[in-house]
């Protein structure tokens, strides 16, 4: 074949995939997703010619051109990449764009000491990094949403319910900064998961490393990373930190449905403990009097979404070989950016949600007293005056049963006096209502320490993403 070939021609692949293979292993071309996974090849393309003119494996001005070209392709929102047919996915045909531009003596230098397997690995994990840390901004913004509501109705009596029973008094504030401190763990396992992004899968190549002399710390550093590949193999077979942090998404949104569910029962007619504004409810289509609170079930039924991408990320990694496949890197990868931007989103409508709600005391605490929820302490009452508590148990069960069926007096003579506020109030041991104000400020500590987490996290990156722009333009001078 005369004149320069294109990149679907491997030499011993001459001609592409055929066209309804194509279709249906690509599936249909999102220009979004595309240019955010362009984006990233670019980042990586800019540290690995750096890196090669570097070490004298390219000549500066080869790699000075492929970063101008590179840099120009970017510019133009890579619509010279999207343009052209993708016969064996999109990577190629970002090659071949920039192979057309710098002509096949320079274009054909751009993947020297890698393969698309090290490169998915890398761009999978600065994708995760930036996903990831977009969680955990949003999740911290839930929990200051959910601090400073509880710090407003902190004082604010209801029941908590066992059982859809009223149980024990509490305060709605209280109950606010229990899920915060749910969802804090959460989001400090998600720090967690990207702290442990440390080692960059470039260089690793197709799955056993390079005879090339390449310098895999440096291109780690330009990206963020604190260091190269230990062990190619397991640099292109292993997706943990992806799977880590759908882990992670799946226990948020799942805690934020429960806090939901809690919402959209107290905020039913019968019980109306909460009520929402009309910018958070909609309306019946048939029936003029409803208010319907529809946000709370999207907060219910969304986190499905993030539990079936953990399955098919899961059942599609399972039993798949040590090594580089399209199990892993493609089907198990492809729901992850889709699930953690629906988590994001989650965080997001549970904030609005949250800032809306209005407690409704006058209503709340009277149901308490309605549910004799201080029975407790009243037979705890007893056992502090000698009585065993299985006998004091029976007897105050015995006194709620003749107020209920036969309206006798609650609590009956002989019996402590105890409404629902104050005996909230005396539960101040083992983390209950009566250490609220604690427990509220331990909160907000570590709603602190989250946010020096994160900052701390994107500053480094940031540093990185500076040191690769200053490292770039030293070559494209010469």
Not at 121 to 149: F, I, P, Q, Y
Not at 165 to 177: K, N, R, S, V
Not at 305 to 316: D, E, H, K, N, P
Not at 356 to 371: I, L
């Amino acid at each position: 074949m005369n004149g320069p070939h294109p990149v679907s021609d491997t030499g011993r692949i001459a001609s592409p995939l055929a066209g309804k293979a194509q279709r249906l292993c690509y599936e249909a071309s999102d220009p979004v997703a595309d240019r955010a996974v362009l984006r990233l090849i670019a980042q990586v393309d800019r540290a690995h010619l750096v890196m090669l003119a570097e070490r004298g494996i390219i000549t500066g001005e080869q790699a000075a051109q492929l970063l101008r070209t590179v840099r120009d392709i970017e510019a133009e929102g890579f619509g010279a990449v999207l343009a052209l047919p993708r016969p064996r996915g999109i990577y190629l045909a970002y090659e071949e764009a920039v192979t057309r531009r710098c002509g096949p003596d320079v274009g054909g230098l751009l993947h020297t000491g890698r393969s698309r397997n090290d490169l998915n690995a890398t761009t999978t994990l600065l994708g995760l990094r930036d996903r990831g840390s977009d969680v955990v901004a949003e999740g911290g913004r839930l929990v200051t949403a959910l601090l400073a509501t509880a710090g407003r109705h902190l004082d604010d009596v209801m029941a908590i319910h066992t059982h859809y029973q009223p149980a024990m008094p509490i305060t709605y504030g209280y109950y606010l900064t229990g899920v915060a401190l749910a969802l804090l763990r959460e989001l400090d396992r998600m720090v967690a998961c990207l702290r442990a992004i440390r080692r960059c899968p470039l260089g690793a190549h197709a799955v056993a490393g390079t005879d090339l002399d390449l310098d895999t710390e440096r291109t780690a550093a330009l990206l963020g990373f604190a260091s190269g590949p230990l062990h190619a193999v397991d640099a292109i077979a292993s997706r943990d930190a992806s799977l880590d942090a759908l882990g992670v998404a799946a226990n948020l949104t799942v805690t934020v449905s429960r806090l939901a569910a809690d919402l959209q029962l107290w905020s039913s007619s019968e019980l109306h403990y909460v009520q929402f504004p009309d910018w958070l409810v909609g309306g019946s289509s048939a029936l003029p009097q409803k208010r319907n609170a529809f946000v709370l079930e999207h907060l219910k039924a969304r986190p499905t979404r993030v539990l079936g991408a953990w399955v098919t990320a899961m059942s599609a990694i399972r039993s798949a070989p040590f090594t580089n496949s399209i199990e892993v890197g493609t089907e198990a990868m492809k729901p992850v950016a889709p699930a953690l931007r629906t988590t994001r989103d989650v965080l997001a409508l549970a904030a609005l949600v949250v800032a809306g709600a209005r407690p409704c005391p006058a209503t709340m605490e009277p149901a308490a007293a309605r549910g004799f929820v201080e029975a407790t302490a009243v037979t705890n009452d007893l056992v502090r005056q000698g009585v065993p508590f299985r006998e004091a148990h029976r007897r105050v069960g015995a006194a709620v049963l003749r107020a209920v069926d036969d309206g006798a007096a609650w609590p009956p003579d002989g019996f402590a006096r105890i409404d629902p506020r104050t005996a909230a109030d005396r539960a101040r041991f083992g983390g209950g209502p009566g250490s609220r104000v604690e427990a509220l400020a331990a909160a907000w500590v570590l709603r602190h320490r989250l946010r020096v987490d994160l900052h701390d996290l994107r500053r480094r990156w940031a540093r990185a993403a500076d040191a690769l722009g200053a490292a770039s333009a030293a070559v494209c001078r010469g």
